[in-house]
């Protein structure tokens, strides 16, 4: 924290609030109107790089999470210009760096980073955020300073935090089902976007991106030949190699999440190629075979020889829900929190950091809205009419089935999405609660933000025509900054996991969005180009297989073992969802998915989420008086 108010008792306890993030060490340095709080996890220079990190003069302060992946070369280069490196740890380049680009250090930082960096010359606090939202960090302005953390509930221990909420954000939660950037679940507190820093200066915030990807993304090839598409298979391969090494240095022992699919298969091909020992892998399942992808990780595993581990969930599970609400401290809907949560456990118990194939499905083109998308572009040439003839409402009527994704819900999805503008469709079909479902939800309906004004706002800043490519920065800017990357960080640091992300190195990502859109999409297959090569690699099962997801049988467990946890919660009179949320609008969509008359799941879970994070704010505003969530 910075400003006239410092106190070091309060950062003392933010930093206590953070010890899972950090079990290992902890350090403070406290000055001149500032207050710096660290908690460590050690996973190089393990018995060096104490934070708070400092330069040889003492005048630049920083403390740090996450990992510097290219800080080899940058302490090289720091040591040729005369600077002395007292450490072998990756963090010690930041005050250094900072002496000779100032603000503009990040632009040559390759890593998943939050770092807070105080200036005592200039009197000026710096907060940053890798490029794509890796590690997170949260902040709270005040009139005479402003206070900041690793997560939002640590803010919570600042005595002047006021934690009346942001019902506009709660609004964009129930159409998304995760809060985006800026917004947190608090009025009183920001999320930093990434690839942004922010400067504090006596008083004064001002906020820049520092990183755009439509400033550096190369030049798009020519339309391709088989052999050019060769070409960029090979230099593919290339990246994915360099990608994973950059991931692979480490103390401490390494795992991967191995999912059974495609994106994980090709990181587990690479490190086990460029490692010495057997691979550790970690595997989650259900008993629904639908949803699981055991069997596939069971054969990856074997044929590259991995150490691996596996774990069957059962409804059980969700007597963990609370401990989930308690990590990301507002609600958060991605029911694959779950199934992350207790494979984080497992993999804890042998390894200090995993590697995982997030990312892959926003630069590779591997989800089903994808390929919604351009069915959409075709249907958008037909008369409207068509759409409402009788195979139109047959589908209507189809039985809702036992898939992951039923296909009535998967059709009436896609057709009532088909009036919105295509660069907000992909968006939408994601999405959880309509504008007009959320009218009908709400009491007294909040000023909406709308998910619309986020695409409109990320949509300028890329300028490609393909609808597919736009598609991709869109869900590279929104959907995997704020659920996918929010839930792998929080899951894995509850349980002090490391977890680190290869398919979002910087050099891949922008090689990959240099790319025109039919290397990733090829006659409605996604990840055209990384099947390719990945061509004798990987089983053709893996090569040819659909995309699965990560998502616990929300449907199922829902009428059966989960059903009296859901009514309990959110049918509950009296309690804190009746006060915001029309009690009748619940309780029919609990009565429909019941009757197995529609599929509701993901938004009984929705909804189930703001429940449990009502609980808890009530419980510690009933401990300390001091939370309340009542506007």
């Known amino acids: 924290m910075a400003g006239r108010r410092v106190s070091a008792a309060t950062v003392e306890r933010i930093t206590a609030a953070l010890r899972h993030r950090g079990p290992e060490d902890e350090g403070l340095y406290r000055n001149e109107g500032v207050a710096l709080g660290s908690r460590r996890l050690r996973i190089l220079d393990l018995e060096g790089a104490r934070q708070p990190l400092r330069n040889e003069t003492g005048d630049i302060i920083a403390v740090f999470n996450g990992e510097i992946y290219n800080y080899r070369e940058l302490r090289q ?122 400067r504090w200066r006596r008083g004064e915030l001002r906020l820049f991106r520092y990183w755009v990807l439509e400033e550096e993304r190369a030049p798009a090839p020519p339309k391709l030949a088989s052999q050019t598409e060769a070409a960029a298979a090979e230099e593919l391969r290339a990246h994915l190699r360099q990608a994973v090494a950059r991931r692979m240095v480490s103390d401490v022992p390494l795992g991967l999440f191995l999912s059974g699919g495609l994106d994980s298969a090709t990181v587990l091909s690479f490190m086990a190629e460029q490692s010495p020992k057997p691979v550790k892998t970690f595997s989650i399942g259900f008993r629904e075979r639908q949803f699981s992808e055991l069997k596939m990780a069971r054969r990856l595993a074997r044929r590259f020889g991995c150490e691996h581990h596996e774990l069957v969930l059962t409804p059980d599970a969700v ?125 007294q309906p909040p000023p909406s933000v709308g998910a619309g004004a986020l695409v409109a706002r990320i949509g300028e800043e890329w300028s490609d025509a393909a609808p597919l490519n736009r598609a991709l920065y869109l869900d590279l800017r929104l959907y995997l900054a704020d659920d996918i990357l929010t839930k792998f960080d929080r899951m894995t640091m509850a349980h002090s996991l490391e977890g680190r992300e290869p398919l979002l190195d910087t050099d891949l990502v922008r090689f990959m969005f240099g790319l025109p859109a039919h290397f990733k999409m090829r006659r409605l297959q996604g990840k055209h180009l990384l099947r390719r090569a990945m061509r004798g690699r990987l089983p053709g099962a893996v090569l040819r297989g659909k995309k699965q997801g990560f998502s616990i049988p929300l449907g199922p467990w829902l009428r059966g073992p989960l059903r009296s946890l859901a009514e309990e919660h959110l049918l509950a009179p009296g309690g804190e969802l009746a006060y915001w949320f029309e009690p009748s609008a619940i309780a029919a969509l609990l009565r429909e998915h019941m009757a197995a008359q529609a599929d509701h799941g993901r938004q009984i879970w929705n909804l189930l989420c703001i429940a449990l994070w009502l609980d808890r704010v009530a419980s510690c505003r009933n401990a300390s008086g001091a939370y309340a969530v009542r506007a």
């Open 77 to 198: 280069e720091l040591a040729a210009k005369g600077h002395r490196l007292t450490t072998e740890g990756d963090g010690e380049v930041l005050v250094h760096l900072y002496e000779e680009h100032g603000g503009s250090l990040t632009r040559r930082l390759e890593g998943m980073f939050a770092f807070a960096l105080w200036d005592r010359r200039e009197q000026s606090l710096w907060l940053a955020r890798d490029r794509f939202g890796v590690k997170p960090l949260y902040y709270s302005p005040r009139p005479e300073g402003i206070v900041f953390s690793s997560e939002l509930g640590a803010l919570l221990e600042d005595p002047d935090f006021s934690t009346e909420p942001d019902l506009a954000a709660l609004d964009l939660y129930l159409e998304l089902n995760y809060i985006p950037s800026p917004h947190t679940v608090y009025a009183a507190a920001r999320k930093l976007p990434p690839a942004t820093m922010l």
């Open 319 to 443: 007597s963990e829900l609370p401990k989930l609400t308690e990590a990301f401290h507002e609600p958060f809907g991605d029911s694959s929190a779950l199934p992350t949560y207790c494979l984080a456990r497992m993999a804890r118990r042998d390894v200090t950091a995993c590697l995982g194939g997030d990312g892959g499905d926003e630069i590779f083109a591997g989800y089903e809205t994808y390929r919604a998308l351009q069915i959409s572009l075709w249907c958008d040439r037909l008369p409207r009419r068509w759409l409402a003839a009788p195979p139109a409402s047959w589908l209507d009527r189809l039985p809702l089935g036992h898939g992951k994704v039923p296909l009535q819900y998967r059709w009436r999805k896609f057709r009532s999405e088909l009036a919105a503008p295509p660069r907000e469709r992909t968006v939408r079909w994601r999405g959880i609660f309509s504008t007009a479902q959320r009218a009908r939800l709400w009491r």
